[in-house]
């Protein structure tokens, strides 16, 4: 897992921090772990995502919650974050040896300074920690980018090393999970930085998962609201001081909610590599995934929702849930990541990844009602895959994400570029970054982005020949 820039390393540590809790808490076979283990068997399960070095084993092959690491990079151009990240709560669970950080103020929210400056200055420091890093990995499957698209250091540079993967390791996929800066954020240049970061993902990106910023500070505020008819505490418990800087904190119950922003995308990201960490009826690993949710290479902009909603590993809305429940609310606006479109999207994939003690015939059963009530492509009526993960999240007994790549992203991607016609159209802040960059490559990330939309709504609009039964269907050449 490689965390660029101070979005991405907030994000990270969370994620971090839930999936070792779900370690601590249940065995690789599933079983629950005792409360007062202190040492813990790294057995293949937590060895897919952790570490430690071979001197830390006792005789009878356990080893301390202190001495295990997590197979990450964290990178920033600040000191201050990874400073932060290494004297927290989780100091132990980061190799200092595998941190990179800058000696500067950081990229200036400067695209071209991260990716143009800093990809010359610090690529190869970068790469040679992950490359110490992979060589540690018995098998090494999925790369995985945290960074958002609005800042310096997250969207240049950490495009850059991403483009470095794709050179170095090309048969490697590579999962990004970026986040959309929301449409009045602070950071003026955020469109130059989100529409060229969008050409580099659809380049070098096998796989990406984007989540809104503005979407997890409406779900965070709406999930925080008091029920109805209790007035005096919110209906979850934050334990976490606020990490991500928001327009609402003036609000007196801001700060609580958007301390959860990076919780929930943490919560989607162990629900997204539960498969690959604990055993189940129907197992999918990333690489699955990225073959039954990308039907076209340049489609695989996925959006994820997850039901019920967590705000910390202290629990969610409800103790336990039904199936069909979480089927309803992961395909509601409310548990979206992605800001949802104002049109009804057609869908060409999905995957429903579900977690705790589900059977597949009620997986199942619900993937069926759930085809109904969707506009799926007339090529994809059958576009569904079902993970089943027997260990629930620490949050909650019984728990669904739901992957769907569908042309809603279309909404998204057109708000970021109108966001960037607007400045560009007038020249606003382009000397900063024609500066470091032709103003070709500026135009050309914005076609990029243009013939990705166009590609979305062409995928839509695509139907079948009339007539055309499985019965009597005939290879098209």
């Known amino acids: 897992c490689l965390q660029v820039g101070q979005c991405g390393n907030q994000i990270g540590c969370k994620f971090w921090d839930l999936a070792l809790q779900e370690h601590l808490m249940y065995r690789g076979d599933g079983t ?58 989780l100091k132990t669970l980061f190799d200092k040896r595998h941190c990179i950080a800058g000696d500067t103020s950081g990229c200036g929210n400067n695209w071209a300074v991260g990716h143009m400056v800093y990809g010359q200055q610090c690529l190869s420091e970068v790469m040679e920690k992950v490359r ?31 483009q470095e993967l794709a050179d170095e390791y090309p048969s490697i996929y590579r999962f990004v999970s970026p986040v959309f800066p929301q449409e009045n954020d602070d950071v003026v240049t955020s469109p130059y930085n989100s ?24 779900i965070a505020v709406l999930s925080q609201s008091p029920q109805r008819g209790q007035k005096d505490s919110p209906s979850y418990q934050i334990s976490q001081p606020g990490q991500v800087k928001s327009s609402r904190s003036g609000d007196r119950k801001g700060g609580e909610a958007f301390a959860s922003m990076n ?11 539960a498969s690959m ?81 589900v059977s597949l015939s009620d997986a ?38 739901s992957l769907t790549n569908n042309s809603g992203i279309v909404q998204s991607l057109s708000n970021i570029q109108n966001r960037f016609v607007k400045l560009y159209n007038v020249q606003a802040h382009l000397h900063h970054y024609t500066e470091y960059l032709e103003q070709e490559e500026i135009q050309e990330a914005y076609m990029k982005t243009s013939s990705l939309i166009e590609s979305y709504e062409q995928a839509a609009k695509i139907k079948l020949p009339d007539g055309m039964r499985h019965s009597n269907s005939k290879l098209l050449f």
Not at 205 to 210: R, T
Not at 263 to 273: D, E, W
Not at 373 to 381: I, Q, V
Request: glycine share 6%.
């Open 263 to 273: 919780y929930i995308v943490a919560s989607m990201l162990t629900n997204l590599t």
């Open 32 to 89: 629950v772990r005792k409360s007062t283990e202190k040492r813990v068997h790294l057995d293949d399960a937590m060895s897919s995502f952790f570490r430690t070095d071979a001197r830390n084993i006792s005789d009878d092959g356990t080893v301390s919650t202190q001495n295990i690491k997590a197979r990450a990079v964290p990178i920033d151009m600040e000191e201050g974050v990874l400073e932060s990240l290494l004297q927290g709560n």
């Open 195 to 218: 529409v060229l970061s969008l050409g580099q993902l659809i380049d070098h990106a096998d796989c990406v998962l984007p989540v809104d910023n503005q979407q997890l500070a409406d």
């Open 132 to 162: 110490h890093t992979t060589e540690d990995c018995d098998s090494l499957q999925t790369f995985l980018m945290l960074h958002s698209l609005g800042g310096g250091t997250g969207s240049g540079f950490g495009t850059r090393v991403l």
């Open 277 to 357: 960490r604990f055993p189940g009826q129907l197992n999918v690993d990333l690489n699955e995934l990225t073959t039954n949710l990308v039907p076209f290479p340049s489609l695989k902009f996925i959006y994820s929702s997850v039901a019920p909603i967590a705000l910390s590993k202290h629990g969610c809305s409800s103790a336990s849930r039904r199936v069909t429940e979480l089927f309803r609310d992961a395909f509601s606006r409310k548990c979206q990541l992605l800001t949802a479109p104002e049109f009804k999207p057609t869908y060409f994939a999905s995957c429903i990844l579900l977690r705790g003690d």
């Open 364 to 401: 199942t059963s619900n993937v069926e009602k759930l085809r109904q009530t969707l506009s799926l492509a007339p090529w994809s009526t059958e576009g569904f895959k079902v993970g089943l993960c027997s260990v629930p999240a620490c949050e909650s007994p019984v728990s669904l994400l």
